[in-house]
């Protein structure tokens, strides 16, 4: 059954008549269609009974076909109001679900389009599809990771003191695509106090040697899945001491967390095993934020490994484990690993060391 299909299974379950999906993930996983977020309105319209149609402009139909779409495609013209082609093929629907990064000046014009429907959020319901990765997904996903680990094994040519951030992170994003990915996603290189920032990109400061760097990278494949890794490297010399204590700290907490994660267990409890043994050791209070996300075709996406989630997790629910602990000012590390829930454990996409390489 298409994935589409299932939507609308789930669409009828639910009491809503109709979805409307704009450019984004959502629209990709449903149709294989990369639309551009344009000014002009590109929309399927997934009735929860009858066929689908893909709203698109007339210039890009072509591509639209090209991309192998399994629907409708009804283009319009410039002179044309879109809203109008999308309100004859909603037609009575009385619940209408909207995506969750569907444009407010879109939501706006639907609802001036059709003021008769309620309009709810439908991110939530695709979501429930998207959780759960088939063996294809599965495989990209693989790609993916194999793929970053490769530029992480290659650390050793660009990373280096008398270097910027800058210089390092422009070289990582070319191998990044030289690799096997379409797109770079982000790029992180904290040295020194940067490294104490999990959402640092790059900077211009120059890395000095025995300096602790956190390399956190990721990129989207041809096939659409996303990668996301996080080593820690020296750059050269001895690693201070309070870093290596924490550092050691840090990995058998992210092995705890991988040898608890699997079906049937909660995303929360994998949060709550790594952070216990980082506050055991007098850290609580450096480990700032979540465990880990989801992943799939977006990097950040359901679901989310965090104290108050109590989903059990499922086979095919992929996600990162990714603690951390920073030193204001001083230095930071985190350890991130991809991994994918199977039938009886778990399969942990990325392989490189672990450990803090000294280069």
């Not at 800058?166 to 992180?188: K, N, P």
């Not at 390399?215 to 996301?228: F, H, R, W």
């Not at 060391?353 to 280069?359: C, E, F, K, S």
Request: glycine share 10%; net charge negative.
């Amino acid at each position: 059954m298409s994935r589409w299909r299932k939507a609308q299974q789930l669409a009828a379950s639910q009491g809503i008549d109709a979805l409307l999906i704009t450019p984004g993930a959502d629209l990709r996983y449903l149709t294989g269609y990369v639309a551009l977020p344009l000014e002009r309105l590109t929309c399927l319209v997934l009735p929860a009974d009858g066929d689908p149609t893909l709203v698109v402009p007339t210039l890009e139909k072509p591509a639209a076909i090209a991309s192998g779409v399994d629907m409708h495609i009804e283009s319009w013209n410039e002179t044309d109001d879109p809203y109008a082609l999308v309100a004859t093929l909603v037609g009575d629907a009385a619940t209408i679900s909207v995506d969750d990064h569907m444009w407010a000046s879109r939501v706006f014009a639907f609802r001036e389009t059709f003021p008769q429907a309620r309009q709810v959020l439908g991110g939530e319901l695709v979501q429930q599809l998207r959780i759960r990765k088939d063996a294809d997904e599965v495989d990209a996903l693989r790609e993916a990771g194999l793929a970053i680990d490769r530029v992480h094994s290659r650390m050793g040519e660009w990373l280096r003191p008398g270097r910027t951030e800058r210089e390092v992170g422009a070289d990582i994003a070319r191998a990044i695509l030289d690799e096997g990915h379409e797109t770079v996603d982000f790029v992180i290189v904290g040295s020194g106090p940067n490294g104490a920032s999990p959402h640092h990109e790059v900077s211009d400061r120059v890395i000095e040697h025995g300096d602790p760097v956190v390399i956190d990278i990721g990129g989207t494949t041809p096939a659409g899945y996303c990668s996301d890794s996080t080593r820690n490297y020296l750059a050269g010399g001895t690693a201070p001491a309070a870093y290596a204590e924490a550092y050691a700290v840090l990995e058998a907490a992210q092995r705890i967390q991988r040898e608890h994660a699997g079906p049937g267990v909660t995303a929360e409890s994998i949060d709550a095993v790594g952070r216990a043994v980082i506050a055991d050791a007098g850290y609580g209070d450096l480990f700032i934020h979540r465990t880990g996300h989801g992943i799939g075709q977006e990097t950040h996406e359901e679901p989310y490994i965090v104290e108050g989630n109590d989903l059990v997790l499922e086979e095919g629910m992929a996600f990162s484990i990714e603690p951390g602990i920073y030193f204001d000012g001083r230095f930071g590390a985190r350890i991130e690993d991809i991994a994918v829930c199977t039938a009886d454990g778990l399969e942990v996409l990325n392989n490189t060391p672990r450990g803090l390489v000294v280069l």
